[in-house]
């Protein structure tokens, strides 16, 4: 059976005159309306420390964190004797490279300085939003496969598909493999906790299981994911992106294991 060779689709999905709007453009907007639907019902769930209401006005925060952490992380991980070279492209974000790690800690300083202005507490925010973000992940990476980019290593599975930037060699569609990890399994795995185990009363909980479950889909997909050209493998044949991951798994186990040894929330009166 002969591989899949990917058709050279334009990045551009839609054009109006001068107005170009890209295949990420859309991924970003369907990940952050369809996350924000599904979190304004995970808030009107006990114990209600987060309202409805708190997560329109976090809406804002969480775009900004994506795209300016998404963007920073990418310069400063992966290439930034390139961006120091030429600063002006940092802004070219329609150009592409954006980092998931940087746009986590971009959402997570977000959190932080909504959830104290606003009196939530950080992980009654970051539960419910850590419950969402997979929706964001399957249709960015629904958005890599549709771009023909982060393709996967050689292979000669039945499933194989060529990627024309990528030279004729089959490769793992690997954007489809962390569509289906991140995406819908992780999404699975926490609504699984929420509505079985009621596990928002944990706070902490969610957050945790998140950070495990994204770490280690990305540590099992960079297995057969190319990496980065100006990176390249590391020691013992691991990837950058595993090494970014290694310390989400940590620290998710860590969270999940002193969520579970406190007391579960009360409800309080929703506002």
């Known amino acids: 059976m002969d591989p899949f060779v990917f058709p050279d689709l334009d990045p551009v999905a839609i054009q109006i005159g001068p107005l170009a709007i890209r295949w990420y453009a859309l991924a970003y907007i369907a990940g952050l309306i369809g996350g924000w639907q599904y979190c304004l019902q995970l808030a009107k769930r006990p114990p209600n420390v987060v309202t409805p209401k708190h997560i329109d006005d976090f809406m804002v925060w969480a775009t900004i964190g994506v795209v300016l952490g998404g963007r920073l992380g990418f310069v400063l ?14 802004l070219q974000v329609w150009k592409g490279g954006m980092s998931f790690h940087g746009g986590l800690l971009g959402v997570i300083l977000a959190m932080i300085i909504f959830a104290r202005r606003y009196g939530t507490g950080f992980f009654p925010l970051s539960d419910i939003v850590a419950a969402g973000t997979p929706i964001g992940l399957f249709f960015g990476r629904i958005a890599n496969f549709i771009n023909g980019e982060l393709w996967g290593r050689p292979t000669d599975v039945s499933w194989a598909v060529v990627f024309p930037r990528a ?20 999404f699975s795995i926490l609504a699984f906790l929420v509505f079985r185990f009621d596990a928002m009363r944990r706070h902490g909980l969610i957050s945790g299981a998140f950070l495990v479950g994204y770490g280690l889909s990305r540590i099992i997909v ?39 040894s406190r007391p579960p929330a009360s409800a309080v009166s929703a506002k």
């Open 167 to 186: 030279g004729p060699e089959p490769r793992h569609p690997s954007q489809l493999y962390e569509a289906g990890l991140e995406g819908l399994v992780l």
């Open 222 to 260: 960079e297995t057969v994911r190319e990496p980065d050209s100006y990176i390249g493998f590391l020691s013992f044949g691991t990837t950058f992106g595993q090494w970014l991951s290694l310390p989400m798994v940590l620290y998710g186990l860590y969270l999940m294991w002193t969520a579970q």
């Open 77 to 90: 991980f992966y290439q930034p004797s390139h961006y120091l070279a030429y600063p002006a492209e940092i």
